[in-house]
T-cell receptor, first 118, second 108 residues
Framework: GAVVSQHPSWVICKSGTSVKIECRSL??????MFWYRQFPKQSLMLMAT?????????EQGVEKDKFLINHASLTLSTLTVTSAHPEDSSFYICSASGAGWQTNYGYTFGSGTRLTVV | DAKTTQPPSMDCAEGRAANLPCNHSTISGNEYVYWYRQIHSQGPQYIIH???NNETNEMASLIITEDRKSSTLILPHATLRDTAVYYC?????????FGAGTRLTVKP
């Protein structure tokens, strides 16, 4: 149980275009989802926290208009990188947890999406 | 900022126990300690977690000090496939920040 599917696993896009990354909880309802970004040889950097049905809370320095997060259902959250530029190239990872799971199973992570902007 | 500190790197001989320390001196009474690991270009993998008591599962053991200000993850018989970055995270309901982790290298 507690499987999180992230799609796509990798994507190459042209500078100025937008890219959508999906994060799905397959066998539980995810009340909270986190989005991270990871640059080579660095740790995961928290970008935002999203709760189902409400606006995401962004970390300081993360542009909410550039990284659009939608968590409209209990099984799906999306991250859209708008007007992508080469500096947005990174590894993006989502994690999810359901109500009551926090103290039992913790957060389950997706397999990540490698974004390359050319 | 992350609530934990870990050594940046450690080496371990294959077949020996790997003991990875973590300091979390500002942990609150209801916060859990979680350990994850990340193998290159993959999402973090859950290993174990605990609140007060020591815990053991098929992957590892977690030893938490009585004052809860530090913990140690023990991989009893490290294999080459255990080479990864190990993250110790103090869990709260709304905060899941990662520290820098410990890069464990298991050597033959």
């Amino acid at each position: 149980g507690a499987v999180v599917s992230q799609h796509p696993s990798w994507v190459i896009c042209k500078s100025g275009t937008s890219v959508k990354i999906e994060c799905r909880s397959l066998d539980f309802q995810a009340t909270t989802m986190f989005w991270y970004r990871q640059f080579p040889k660095q740790s995961l950097m928290l970008m935002a926290t999203s709760n189902e049905g409400s606006k995401a809370t962004y970390e300081q320095g993360v542009e909410k208009d550039k990284f659009l997060i939608n968590h409209a259902s209990l099984t799906l959250s999306t991250l859209t990188v708008t007007s992508a530029h080469p500096e947005d190239s990174s590894f993006y990872i989502c994690s999810a947890s359901g109500a009551g799971w926090q103290t039992n199973y913790g957060y389950t992570f997706g397999s990540g999406t490698r974004l390359t902007v050319v | 900022d992350a609530k934990t500190t870990q050594p940046p790197s450690m080496d371990c001989a294959e077949g020996r126990a790997a003991n990875l320390p973590c300091n979390h001196s500002t942990i609150s009474g209801n916060e859990y300690v979680y350990w994850y690991r990340q193998i290159h270009s993959q999402g973090p993998q859950y290993i174990i977690h605990g609140l007060k008591n020591n815990e053991t599962n098929e992957m590892a053991s977690l030893i938490i000090t009585e004052d809860r200000k530090s913990s140690t993850l023990i991989l009893p018989h490290a294999t080459l496939r255990d080479t990864a970055v190990y993250y110790c995270i103090v869990f709260s309901l709304s905060d899941m920040r990662f520290g820098a982790g410990t890069r464990l290298t298991v050597k033959p």
